[in-house]
């Protein structure tokens, strides 16, 4: 188990992305968006999936008899993707640069990307040039921090983050000529199963610049195994969090 006192070059070997990606997979996320998504876009057809993560939302949608692109400028992320049973073709990429035919795919999806904030008019024209049919954005509806992973499960004065909900900055960039043409909510639990308690707790203290003598740093490992309850695989951190489906049509 690793000590809060190991240096910090072996404390800060845990990737973002794949932290995230590996408490999706033991969340309930796609349970919760796939079915509310389907009855919006029946039909998904040719699939996109825009900054694709680890996959697991695109291959819940995804129709099994056709091939699915993803967009995902992470080689981890990528590597996920390769490991998938019906893999994706992927475009190495962001989403500014991606290659990407016109109307190439039936639906386009992105999901907790942070063009949603910094640059949603130019996002959504990309995403409604590469979709012949459907646009799907899947944004933070929650009260909370949105970007340190598990920054949920601390007080707000340690992460200090923006905790206003995603959907309403995505909404306040939006021209009222974009705004989406239908809106669902979901409620979910971000429910990360994590092995090593002391070695998630050192990351989030390094994530949250705290020195390596801060007596914080053991305030915050008593904090999250407060809050763990035990998992076969280690321990789980459970987070409410609620998501906005914003759906867009065919022009």
């Not at 949608?61 to 091939?67: H, K, N, R, V």
């Not at 921090?145 to 900055?169: Q, S």
């Not at 639990?189 to 610049?209: H, I």
Request: net charge neutral.
């Amino acid at each position: 188990m690793t000590s809060l006192c190991a240096p910090a070059a072996q404390r800060r070997d845990i990737d973002p992305l794949e932290l995230y990606a590996s408490a999706i997979d033991t969340s309930d996320y796609v349970a919760a968006l796939a079915p509310l998504i389907r009855r919006a876009v029946p039909q998904i057809g040719r699939l996109l999936d825009v900054g694709a993560g680890g996959g697991q939302l695109g291959a819940a949608l995804g129709d099994p008899a056709l091939p699915w692109t993803a967009i995902e400028p992470s080689a981890t992320m990528r590597a996920r993707l390769g490991r998938l049973s019906h893999p994706p073709r992927v475009i190495a990429a962001g989403w500014e640069t991606a290659d990407v035919p016109e109307g190439g795919h039936d639906t386009v999806l992105a999901a907790t990307m942070p063009a949603f904030f910094d640059q949603p008019e130019a996002f959504l024209a990309r995403c409604r040039a590469w979709a012949s049919r459907s646009v799907v954005w899947v944004v933070p509806a929650h009260a909370g921090p949105r970007g340190l992973c598990f920054a949920g499960c601390l007080p707000g004065e340690w992460h200090r983050e923006d905790e206003t909900p995603g959907i309403d900055i995505v909404m306040r960039g939006l021209a009222p000529s974009s705004r989406p043409h239908h809106v669902a909510f979901a409620d979910w639990t971000f429910s990360g199963v994590v092995k090593d308690l002391d070695r998630l707790s050192a990351y989030l203290a390094d994530r949250l610049g705290w020195a390596a003598r801060d007596l914080r740093r053991a305030e915050l490992e008593r904090h999250l195994v407060a809050q763990a309850r035990p998992d076969a695989a280690g321990a789980r951190l459970d987070i409410a969090r609620k998501s906005a489906v914003l759906f867009w049509g065919s022009r």
